[in-house]
Structure formats: structure tokens, C-alpha cells
């Protein structure tokens, strides 16, 4: 099972692939019936698969830079923090 492919804009490595499945799929239902378009869909999901895999590294990369300059931002205010505190007493 893969994502709704109606706009193969959002797929754009992948659009042709789509394109191919699609027009496959328009040959009608026996073509679907017999495999004729297990090809197709076999390429289309192993390019969706990595699409996929590509856009989680980037966004797992992504929370790691948030999380580093979350813990950097809150150690500058624990420092500021304390610094108030020793001037105060």
C-alpha cells in the first residue's frame, strides 16, 4: 500500500513512476489481474520507500538541532539564573 499519488507534483522523484502505474492501471482492470502492472508497482514503492527514508533523516536531523539549541538556550538561562542568585546574596 502506498500514499494517494494524485498529485505527482508532491512525488516529484517519483513522478514518473506513478505516470507509468497510472497508464498501466488505464489498460483496464485485466492488466491489473494478471500482474501485468506488479513491475510498476514494485519500482513506485521501492521510490516512495526511499523518498520516505530520505525525508525522515532530514527530519531527524533536524530535531537533533532543535533539541541541541533548546539545552543550549536553557543552560545560558541556568547560568543566568545562578549568577543572579550568588549576586543577590
Not at 499519488?5 to 513522478?15: E, H, K, V
Not at 483496464?28 to 502492472?37: D, K, S, Y
Not at 526511499?50 to 533548546?70: G, I, P, V, Y
Amino acid at each position: 500500500m502506498h500514499a494517494p499519488l494524485g498529485n505527482p507534483g508532491r512525488q516529484i522523484a517519483c513522478a514518473e513512476l506513478i505516470e507509468a502505474l497510472e497508464e498501466c492501471h488505464a489498460k483496464g482492470m485485466i492488466a491489473r489481474l494478471t500482474g501485468e502492472c506488479n513491475a510498476q508497482k514494485s519500482a513506485l514503492s521501492m521510490c516512495l520507500r526511499k523518498e520516505r527514508k530520505d525525508r525522515e533523516a532530514r527530519n531527524h536531523e533536524s530535531a537533533k538541532q532543535r533539541t541541541l539549541k533548546k539545552k543550549e538556550v536553557w543552560d545560558q538561562l541556568e547560568r543566568e539564573k545562578a549568577q543572579e542568585g550568588q549576586a543577590s546574596a
